[in-house]
């Protein structure tokens, strides 16, 4: 049987979807806020599942119950050092985990089977070290340099703003995808250039492959039939 396209969507797609509605729903972010998936950090090798951009970066770490905590371990030092706040968005069974790795201390939420998402404790006003200057381009940090010099107040929003900029076409194209109604699963994709063309191969693959399969199951009859 060939795959739809709604059948590609994976676990984490689902839970993003489920952490962003808890953001507008608790109004942390406004529909058209600058939103980014999958945010490489500099060149540390790690990234985040979602970042949100305000005046401050906001790094979200989503787990899903087909996941597993392997990589937390080497996640965790960029997500305090790159951003000012930290979220673990979990399914309940990573719990035990996460606290074993000091995790739980910070901001945690549980993603729940039912669409719902509960917090675990008072969030704290900022929980990293937000040193979001490592993370831009040596072409980003000229202009910073060149527009806001060190002790200037507006120098760390202006800094974020640097590197969203490059976000911003995809942000707008998934809340203008979105409009006014709950996000879905299947709407993650448009917040990233290669998500819409790896699943465009994912299901041409399958396409291929249930080709494939025909062929061999209509030249067996016809060989078997001609024996």
Same mark, same amino acid.
């Given at each position: 049987?060939?795959?739809?396209?709604?059948?590609?969507?994976?676990?984490? &797609?689902?839970?993003?979807?489920?952490?962003?509605?808890?953001?507008?729903?608790?109004?942390?972010?406004?529909?058209?806020?600058?939103?980014?998936?999958?945010?490489?950090?500099?060149?540390?090798?790690?990234?985040?599942?979602?970042?949100?951009?305000?005046?401050?970066?906001?790094?979200?770490?989503?787990?899903?119950?087909?996941?597993?905590?392997?990589?937390?371990?080497?996640?965790?030092?960029?997500? +305090?050092?790159?951003?000012? !706040?930290?979220?673990?968005?979990?399914?309940?069974?990573?719990?035990?985990?996460? /606290?074993?790795?000091?995790?739980?201390?910070?901001?945690?939420?549980?993603?729940?089977? &039912?669409?719902?998402?509960?917090?675990?404790?008072?969030?704290?006003?900022?929980?990293?070290?937000?040193?979001?200057?490592?993370?831009?381009?040596?072409?980003?940090?000229?202009?910073?340099?060149? !527009?806001?010099?060190? /002790? &200037?107040?507006?120098? #760390?929003? +202006?800094?974020?703003?640097?590197?969203?900029?490059? #976000?911003?076409?995809?942000?707008? %194209? #998934?809340?203008?995808?979105?409009?006014?109604?709950?996000?879905?699963?299947? !709407?993650?994709?448009?917040?990233?250039?290669?998500?819409?063309?790896?699943?465009?191969?994912?299901?041409?693959?399958?396409?291929?492959? %249930?080709?494939?399969? !025909?062929?061999?199951?209509?030249?067996?009859? #016809?060989?078997?039939?001609?024996?």
């Amino acid at each position: 049987m060939v795959l739809g396209a709604s059948e590609l969507i994976s676990a984490e &797609d689902r839970a993003k979807a489920q952490v962003i509605n808890h953001l507008l729903s608790t109004k942390r972010i406004k529909r058209g806020d600058l939103i980014a998936t999958e945010f490489v950090f500099g060149d540390s090798g790690s990234r985040a599942d979602l970042v949100v951009f305000s005046d401050v970066l906001v790094g979200i770490e989503i787990k899903s119950k087909k996941d597993n905590l392997r990589r937390v371990p080497s996640q965790i030092g960029s997500y +305090y050092e790159f951003c000012s !706040d930290v979220i673990f968005a979990v399914a309940p069974k990573h719990l035990s985990g996460l /606290g074993m790795m000091g995790v739980l201390t910070e901001d945690t939420w549980l993603l729940l089977d &039912d669409g719902d998402v509960r917090e675990l404790g008072n969030r704290p006003a900022s929980n990293g070290k937000g040193n979001v200057e490592a993370v831009l381009t040596r072409q980003q940090l000229q202009k910073l340099n060149r !527009d806001t010099p060190c /002790g &200037d107040k507006r120098r #760390f929003a +202006y800094a974020v703003s640097l590197i969203s900029e490059r #976000f911003v076409a995809s942000s707008s %194209q #998934f809340w203008k995808h979105v409009g006014r109604r709950k996000v879905r699963a299947s !709407d993650i994709a448009m917040l990233s250039r290669f998500r819409v063309e790896r699943q465009e191969q994912a299901l041409m693959a399958e396409r291929q492959k %249930q080709q494939w399969e !025909d062929w061999n199951v209509a030249a067996d009859r #016809f060989f078997g039939a001609v024996g």
